[in-house]
Nanobody
Framework: VQLQASGGGLVQAGESLKLSCTAS????????VAWHRQAPGKQREFVAR?????????MAADSVKDRFTISRDNVKNTVYLQINRLKPEDTGVYYC?????????WGQGTQVTVSS
């Protein structure tokens, strides 16, 4: 099982980005898919999560829930992370991962850099 995050880049503060997470298996086979991020010099932190098997319930970290939205597109087999009003502190590597069976899988991340 492989996941791949994409869509990062260099943007200015206040702009938006939409990150994509694709998988080598059907997204519908995951129990849940999540986004985490790791800022330079900091530990990886939870960003947002979408339940696949429980009606698509979503949740996001309190620090970002007013700007970050997680969603999924079954036809495109993709989970998205919409990030609005980007801030320099959003800079980091964004990873997507999911629970498939009894194991968690994480892919290589995508770099998001926000300039002030």
């Amino acid at each position: 099982v492989q996941l791949q995050a994409s869509g990062g880049g260099l943007v200015q503060a206040g702009e938006s980005l939409k990150l994509s997470c694709t998988a080598s298996v059907m997204i519908s086979q995951f129990a849940a898919v999540a986004w985490h991020r790791q800022a330079p010099g900091k530990q990886r932190e939870f960003v947002a999560r979408i339940s696949i098997t429980s009606g698509g319930d979503t949740m996001a970290a309190d620090s970002v829930k007013d700007r970050f939205t997680i969603s999924r597109d079954n036809v495109k087999n993709t989970v998205y992370l919409q990030i609005n009003r980007l801030k320099p502190e959003d800079t980091g590597v964004y990873y997507c991962g999911g629970r498939w069976g009894t194991k968690d899988y994480w892919g290589q991340g995508t770099q998001v850099t926000v300039s002030s």
